[in-house]
């Protein structure tokens, strides 16, 4: 059985948004038509309190994008993004969110951020998505969305490690390339054994 699973396509990664990934919004088709040609389709949805640690407002001197260390590792400080039922957390209006069967809300716990689909950045803390994937009798993932190399990819490494069969299909998804991020993305996550399509 295989899944689609749709990271973070929401108004704030998109253009205009208050974390816009540059082309966010022209995967959207691409990702509808994909939803034909699996059996479950899985989003997921970034979904964080308006004083979430990782939001770089939340800490005085520091500038959106600047690092700090937190109680899990290194933590890159964000603009505030995703608020939990705001219009930026919505899901873009041209996805086709009908046809999701389960959608995992991520980033929701104050004092820890969230990239992956499965953990929690302290890598532990799991979502409950492993869970749902087994019971469905789902081995093979296809990973799309935004951004490659932050929630993507983070996700996709994650699904390798759990001894999912892991595509990530490059062409829709779009990156935000940080100091150099989107290539050291491409690079751990052939390490894990995801396939880049």
């Given amino acids: ?3 689609l699973i749709v990271i973070d396509v929401q108004n ?3 253009p205009g948004g208050a974390l816009a990934v540059s082309e966010g919004d022209q995967i959207v088709r691409g990702i509808n038509a994909l939803m034909a040609d699996v059996e479950a389709v899985v989003l997921t949805q970034d979904w964080h309190p308006a004083d979430h640690s990782s939001f770089a407002s939340q800490h005085d001197g520091h500038d959106p994008y ?3 260390e937190m109680p899990y590792g290194p933590q890159v400080l964000w603009p505030d993004h995703c608020v939990i039922g705001s219009e930026g957390a919505a899901f873009h209006a041209g996805l086709n969110a009908n046809r999701a069967e389960v959608v ?3 980033g929701f716990r104050r004092a ?3 990239y992956s689909a499965f953990f929690e950045n302290d890598h532990t803390t799991p979502t409950g998505l492993e869970g749902y994937l087994r019971t469905r009798g789902i081995t093979q993932l296809t990973m799309v969305g935004l951004a ?5 990819a ?3 490494i994650d699904a390798a490690k ?8 490059l062409e829709l998804c779009r990156a935000i390339d940080l100091n150099g991020s989107l290539d050291a993305a491409k690079q751990d996550m052939i390490q894990a054994g995801v396939t880049l399509a």
């Avoid at 490659?148 to 993507?152: S, W």
């Fill in 112 to 114: 820890i951020d969230s």
């Fill in 162 to 169: 759990l001894g999912f069969d892991v595509t990530v299909k």
């Fill in 66 to 68: 600047s690092l700090i």
């Fill in 1 to 3: 059985m295989s899944a």
């Fill in 148 to 152: 490659t190399d932050f929630c993507v």
């Fill in 154 to 156: 983070y996700s996709a």
């Fill in 104 to 106: 995992i809300r991520k």
């Fill in 12 to 14: 704030d990664f998109c």
